[in-house]
């Protein structure tokens, strides 16, 4: 089966191809926008209708990534992800500000600047984790949780930087109004998808039209971004919610079948009008200045998240990686530029470099990406890395201490939990390695024996003694994790079973290439 991502095997080279050929496919887009754009050729220089292919493609793209989007991923991250995304946001404001008073800026220059880097792309960094197929990875899941909240954040953020320097009441009267906006667009939403939309669309699957139901789809979008607008809040983030309605329907899958094959169509349109805004020559022309904030963006957002990810108890691999993909600029700091700069609060220089900063990150996000599967490795490498901040005790190195011919069960999601339970009932020796802290304490409350850690890394795997274990089974179906693990184990005992969960039936012929000694697919 071609679509492995695994890079070892002939499998493996055919996804790695393919998602190179994703990602030469952003940069050749973006690269066209530029050339053709009101800065290159000119071929396309009217700027409103510039404005309006993004938003459209914004639309649409934000529509599809609704689709795919399920609060099932988010189980356990909601203290994260609020408090976490928070944390992010205020760090990446506080920060900024400290950088504009170094470049001789003002305070509000700072804060623009902020509110600007604090939001990743949830366009660019979903359909990159889609395509990755590491979506549901522990670094795919808090990425996702923090691009939730930054996505919330967009209201009161547009509200500070219109407001900013009004009196502290009046400012507090209209981010309690953005608020109150987005509840009334979510409860119109959920009135709908429970009362009205079921009705619609089994009406309209009962019509046979395909031509139908495509419309149909596509009108609830706009219709969705256009009370979201309507409100004062993005288009976009209307079309997101209405991809999240259509996504509880028992039509979820038609409607992705019919409108997922357009994602790349969307993908391109978004990618193609960033590079319409680039200014190649201002660049060229102010690299002093906009170099040091695409440096500072990278470095703010990536060490910023890190800690934050770190704070919580996530391994540093996990941290690391969850920082660097999300380190870019995203689609809705373009919509608080223009606040800015139409209210006259910024000048036309300040744009362009933060504009031009923004476009450069959103570039590079690609590549970022394709450093994952690096960092993995050499994390793994690293004996730190593979635990969290003092999640170790001496009472735990007492209880394993002494195991042999026992299992080591990586993973205590749902699939480690049914199987735990299994293996305690039939009184088989095992110990579980998890790095969720919210598995770890639901292991622990159970009396069983568990290690907070990431199974990728050679220490992790010493202290669960997996040279003397009989076997190691792998619950979770994150394909790149499964890879290292494999050959981190195999090096430690070239005996042991090795058994894997996967989700997808084009997965199993690498496993089995890989090593494997059973594959269990999730499928049946």
Not at 8 to 29: I, M, T, Y
Not at 271 to 299: E, K
Not at 336 to 362: C, H, M, P, R, Y
Not at 382 to 401: C, E, H, N, W
Request: hydrophobic letters at 55%; proline letters at 3%; charged letters at 15%.
């Amino acid at each position: 089966e071609a679509g492995s991502r695994e890079p070892g095997g002939q499998l493996g080279e055919v996804a790695k191809g393919d998602l190179v050929a994703e990602r030469d496919n952003a940069v050749f887009n973006a690269t066209a926008g530029a050339v053709i754009g009101p800065h290159g050729l000119g071929f396309l220089s009217d700027i409103g209708r510039i404005h309006e292919l993004a938003e459209i493609g914004m639309i649409f793209l934000m529509l599809t990534i609704g689709l795919e989007f399920s609060f099932k991923r988010l189980q356990g991250l909601k203290k994260l992800a609020i408090l976490g995304g928070s944390a992010q946001i205020g760090l990446s404001i506080t920060l900024s500000i400290l950088f504009a008073q170094w470049m001789g800026w003002t305070v509000y220059q700072g804060f623009v600047l902020g509110s600007v880097i604090a939001l990743s792309s949830t366009a660019v960094v979903f359909r990159n984790l889609l395509d990755r197929a590491e979506l549901d990875t522990q670094h795919g899941r808090i990425a996702v949780a923090f691009l939730v909240i930054q996505d919330l954040a967009v209201g009161p953020l547009l509200i500070f930087i219109t407001s900013f320097g009004q009196p502290a009441n009046s400012m507090a009267v209209s981010i309690l109004m953005s608020l109150a906006k987005a509840a009334l667009l979510l409860m119109i939403l959920l009135g709908v998808s429970k009362y009205f939309l079921p009705k619609l669309m089994r009406w309209i699957a009962l019509s046979r039209s395909r031509e139908i139901f495509i419309l149909t789809t596509v009108l609830l979008c706009f219709g969705a971004s256009w009370v979201s607008a309507k409100l004062g809040l993005s288009a976009a983030l209307g079309a997101f919610f209405a991809g999240m309605m259509l996504a509880n329907t028992e039509y979820h899958y038609q409607i992705s079948g019919e409108i997922t094959p357009f994602r790349h169509i969307f993908v391109s349109i978004f990618f193609i009008s960033i590079g319409l805004l680039f200014d190649a020559g201002f660049v060229v022309m102010n690299a002093a200045t906009v170099l040091p904030i695409v440096g500072l963006v990278l470095f703010v957002n990536c060490i910023v998240i890190t800690v934050v990810v770190l704070a919580f108890g996530y391994p540093p691999r996990v941290a690391v990686i969850t920082g660097v993909i999300l380190s870019q600029i995203g689609e809705f700091s373009f919509l608080l530029l223009e606040t800015a700069q139409k209210g006259s609060l910024i000048d036309k220089i300040f744009f362009q470099n933060i504009l031009s900063a923004a476009v450069i990150t959103i570039f590079l996000t690609p590549f970022l990406f394709n450093l994952v599967p690096f960092l993995m490795r050499l994390t793994s490498k690293i004996p730190s890395f593979g635990l969290a901040p003092l999640t170790v005790s001496r009472g735990q190195d007492q209880k394993t201490r002494h195991l042999k011919n026992h299992i080591v069960l990586c993973g205590y999601g749902t699939a480690g939990q049914d199987l735990a339970a299994a293996l305690k009932s039939e009184n088989i020796p095992f110990v579980v390695v998890d790095m969720n802290p919210q598995n770890v304490h639901k292991a622990r409350a159970t009396g069983l024996r568990v290690l907070y850690g990431d199974a990728m890394n050679e220490r992790v795997l010493k202290e669960v003694r997996v040279e003397k274990a009989k076997a190691i089974v792998i619950s979770f179906g994150d394909s790149s994790s499964i890879a290292e693990i494999v050959r981190a184990v195999r090096r430690m005992n070239p005996e042991i079973m090795i058994v894997l969960r996967t989700r997808f039936e084009r997965d199993v012929a690498w496993m089995y290439e890989l090593g494997a000694d059973v594959v269990v697919m999730e499928e049946l």
